[in-house]
């Protein structure tokens, strides 16, 4: 394990919600921008979501956007992804992970990846 772990991941319905958790135990990245990236069965890692480091700004793709939302716990040293209206085309391995430089929504702007957690929908 790293220093980023996901959890969360379940096989739910078309429409459901649910909350995915990031725990970063040692508070590796207090400074750091966050995301939640993905990867679907057959396609390459994708950006979903991000935050900048003091929680003032997100960055969506255009699949999150109205659907998902980031938030962060610093008490807890947790990020969290709330999915709703989830969707087959949901369906993947959800990664999060510290903004390190660059574009938001460029998977080669993160680093530190936690291992993931599957998100299923079935249809």
């Known amino acids: 394990q790293g220093p980023l772990v996901e959890s969360g991941g379940a096989l739910v319905q078309t429409g459901d919600s649910l909350r995915l958790s990031c725990l970063d135990s040692g508070r590796s990245f207090t400074d750091y921008a966050m995301g939640w990236l993905r990867q679907a069965p057959g396609k390459e890692r994708e950006f979903v979501i991000g935050?900048?480091?003091?929680?003032?700004?997100?960055f969506y793709s255009d699949s999150a956007k109205g659907r998902f939302t980031i938030s962060r716990d610093s008490a807890s040293g947790t990020v969290y992804l709330q999915m709703n209206s989830l969707q087959p085309e949901d369906t993947a391995i959800y990664y999060c992970?510290?903004?390190?430089?660059?574009?938001?929504?460029?998977?080669?702007?993160?680093?530190?990846w936690g291992q993931g957690t599957q998100v299923t929908v079935s249809s």
């Open positions: 992970a510290a903004h390190l430089s660059g574009t938001y929504e460029d998977v080669r702007a993160y680093g530190y």
């Open positions: 935050m900048s480091y003091t929680g003032s700004r997100t």
